[in-house]
């Protein structure tokens, strides 16, 4: 991928890349070109100490659109009970001009001993780490740059307390990235900072759940989400799932006959949660036909969704195989959004939906930073939650991610990024696909080439096993997970990942291909092989030396 | 305060001050001096990539100690059946030699686009921001740091997972730190980091609090902490208060005569909530003796103690008044830690406390970095609740306080900070202290002067005010609170800090001088005296003209 170089005006980096999506081809939604417009017309941006903010100063009016759905039946007696801060409250009286305030304790940016930061980031469109190397650029981050009108951010303000919806600066961003890509369909959808989604799941949990509730999600799900509603005395209800992802049809059959007195008396769930694109763990990525069939189901069974979407912008270019050309990349911005599975956001005129995205797949995990978008109601009943629990999100993350994303990318530069991860995902995946095709036995391995995301899903025909019919799934599937350790390489077993617990009668392993380097993940899959040929007693392999790396 | 030049060796920064607190005096103890043979004589240092880590890898034996009491008759039934996740738990593997991991989805630290961050700090002793511009030393932070063998942390860590205990890097200081100032008497305590203590309230309530519950904190006490507990159904408890906060007398009062009856048939509480030092509103300070007596209650009805500390470093020298001379500061690391009131922590035999510091007051609250110091049973539970929410602290915060605190400074210049920090909050403490002497009405306005923190506590005789009688305490104080803020002046009123909510018969005003400049602390002061006089009818004070900026 080689687009013409970035140009760089005004300190706004705009990317190599066309933007086909001008307002003059979709004039009612909001295109990258479109921001600084939209911009230009909204109130001066405030963005000092503590300042208070939310999407609605930094969205486009879309009067015209219905409101969402009210939740009031569905939010829990803790949320639901939930009152504003005195203290944050009498933060109105800061803007009036003049006033001391003795009031609130925030601590003097004096002391905080960080006299400014400079960050090293990729200049667009020349994001390899080589290249970062070479030609990378160098942001400075002062403690005074708004009062010296060097930036509308700085440490005086990212080093202080904040509000729990996220800084002014960084709110602004991701509810245009999200107006930009999503487009929502209802008048009042809104954004909030999160420490990331699994802050924000176990704080919707606590607004949506109540002890001994029945939830529902994929049959085999995120093990981190199973074990933060486990707690909560939250009851999964595994669908059914395809290679497309979680099975309308399963859902529809499991609302429709859902028997109160075979389920401890409890009425039918309410809540779906689910991972649409390039699903942990199995990879599996929900079409576009196939979200629509979800959302009306969840219509008629009046479902609200947590939409988990942390691997939304890894999906991938199509898999072409070994020995075809690969697919051409993205030529546009435009194009890049074509190719994209519509989110279940984008589909949601009802506000039924809570989106969950992160930057940690797409920028970096340790900065615990995402957002969610859902509306008004939902927003503002996670908001007060935040108040009191995380509060915000680390300042240090939050100017780190302004510097990059508003001072250096810009939203065409991190959509030039999101390209460039897609493609690099794409070795990742074709890689792994080609090391499985070339050391995994297809008599009793299968498996469908992932669409997004970071894992691949291996089935494992266990009926095959020497001991099938003798040993139990979980024995045989425990036998392979050590058979492989003592090769040397770790698989993640499926059964961690049974929404429901317990065994199935099926045997999956899930391995990534996100994070060890693409030679590493070869010899993986080898060793993986061959421990599956010693477990089901097939003919060997001839080895080529990799797993014992003497010839690499 | 001018302590002599720091010296630097090998990277580790040492402090001007004698550290006379070296084993030859308490041989038993952890002195800064005796952190490096403690060190030396540990198993090596392992910080890689979501390393596993715990305080005992790093704090002294005291095998012959006894072990912390049990609390799993306290512990909900929401934490008591927490589980260790799978996939956590199979990064045991991750020790084989050679083995080659597909199971953890952690993305490849090849795709953050951050090459290097560099972060300017003040040298030991120089620590104010003129001295930091001037002498500031800048600490590069790379991405491969630990592959380098420049440092033991770097990006590549920092930027991907890490475990809910908090980096291995930053765990080893908070537990070092921790042990040199507190010297736990019980054998099996430990640290993990926090996203800030409002975050560890929060998970600490849903670890001992059922709904119902009653629990015990001072009568004036921190609205959030109050916020955080009244939507998981708790029903605060406030107990009085004096000049040294908590009254030990009618902790036991409403102990031992607690009457399930009248209160909803719940037993009488077992969990009291403290702010020991500096207490947030009133800035009361507990003695060493106020301490132990609390603790000998404690101990009498088996409370469960929160002992929140964030202003434990904001321990001012003595007030000496306007016109005498300032108490001289601490000559030596061992004056300044004799002059501090010993913790609760310091006092517990029986492992029932659990200590909350922060690093929001005393670095930056942008940091979003606390840490928990407690039992192990309790630590535990602590972090596995911790797992399925925050996660972690920012790495960009972890890693950035490491520079600081470990590369930077050391134990021993991070004390001088705290020193310095003392010293500058006198100053400031003093210069509202000072304000209130000259400007406030004595007639109907009385204080204390406070020990520690960041707040200053005025109480209002209201019995004097015209409407007294015919107006609620309510009315009076919101007069008051509007004719403040109507002469420029925002001070927080004393009911919002009610632990049990509603009005008292007394009121009560709050002012910080941790925020403004002392030029504005003092303007702000001179209009709320300018208010009460205008509310209580008082005659009027020739005015200096400071309050309408006239003159300065």
């Keep these: 991928m080689a687009p013409p170089a970035a140009t760089e005006t005004n300190g706004y980096a705009f990317s190599g890349y066309t933007d086909t999506s001008t307002p003059s081809i979709k004039s009612d939604k909001l295109s ?4 600084p417009a939209r911009r230009s017309k909204a109130p001066p941006f405030i963005g000092g100490l503590a300042a208070h903010t939310c999407s609605d100063m930094y969205k486009s009016s879309i009067a015209g659109q219905p409101k969402a759905k009210r939740w009031d039946h569905r939010i829990t007696e803790e949320s ?170 399963s859902l529809d059959l499991i609302l429709s006959e859902w028997d109160p007195s075979i389920h401890n008396n409890k009425p039918k769930p ?65 194009e890049f959004f074509d190719s994209l599975v519509p989110s279940l956001l984008s589909l949601d005129i009802d506000g039924r939906v809570m989106r969950m995205d992160s930057f940690s797949k797409i920028i970096a995990p340790g900065l615990r930073t995402g957002w969610i978008t ?41 959509i030039d990024w999101l390209i460039y991860m897609r493609l690099e995902y794409t070795k990742r995946r074709d890689n792994m696909l080609f090391a499985c095709e070339q050391y995994l036995p297809r008599e009793v391995a299968s498996w469908v080439p992932p669409m997004a995301g970071m894992f691949h899903w291996i089935q494992i025909d266990w009926t095959k096993h020497p001991s099938f019919g003798q040993k139990s799934v979980s024995d045989v599937e425990d036998e392979i997970f050590h058979a492989a350790i003592d090769k040397g390489t770790l698989a ?45 007693d097939l003919p060997g392999r001839i080895s080529n030396g990799l797993s014992n790396g003497s010839t690499h």
């Design 32 to 35: 990258i070109n479109g921001v």
């Design 80 to 249: 639901q009970s939930r009152q504003p801060s005195s203290l944050k409250a009498a933060g109105k009286y800061l803007s009036i001009p003049g006033l001391v305030s003795l009031g609130g304790g925030l601590p003097s940016s004096q002391y905080f001993p960080i006299e400014h930061i400079d960050v090293k980031f990729p200049s667009v469109p020349h994001f390899s780490e080589e290249e970062t190397e070479a030609l990378g650029v160098i942001k400075r981050i002062g403690k005074q740059d708004i009062a010296n009108d060097k930036s509308i951010y700085d440490l005086h303000v990212a080093l202080n307390y904040g509000q729990a919806t996220g800084s002014a600066q960084m709110l602004r961003f991701v509810t245009e990235h999200t107006e930009i890509i999503h487009h929502p369909l209802y008048q009042d959808w809104g954004c909030a900072l999160t420490v990331g989604s699994t802050s924000a799941l176990e704080i919707a949990f606590r607004m949506l759940i109540n002890r001994g509730d029945y939830i529902l999600t994929e049959a085999y799900t995120f093990s981190s989400a199973a074990e933060t509603a486990r707690p909560l005395g939250a009851i999964w209800v595994g669908v059914d799932v395809d290679e497309e992802g979680l099975l309308p049809s």
């Design 270 to 334: 309410f809540l779906l949660y689910t991972v649409p694109t390039g699903q942990n763990p199995t990879g599996a990525t929900q079409s576009r036909q196939r979200r629509e069939e979800i959302y009306r189901i969840a219509q008629k069974h009046d479902l609200f969704i947590i939409e988990d979407e942390p691997y939304f912008f890894l999906q991938m270019q199509p898999y072409t195989g070994a020995d075809a050309p690969d697919a051409p990349p993205p030529s546009s911005h435009q």
């Design 374 to 414: 859902a509306s008004e109601q939902i927003v503002e009943r996670f908001v007060r939650h935040s108040e009191v629990c995380v509060q915000n999100t680390a300042g240090t993350s939050q100017i780190i991610l302004f510097k990059l994303l508003e001072e250096t990318w810009g939203h065409a530069g991190f």
């Design 492 to 536: 993640s077993k499926g059964s961690w990942f049974r929404a429901e617990g317990g065994a199935a009668d099926e045997i999956f392993f899930r391995c990534t291909f996100a994070a060890a380097p693409n030679e590493q993940v070869r010899i993986g899959i080898e060793r993986f092989g061959d421990a599956l040929r010693d477990a089901f």
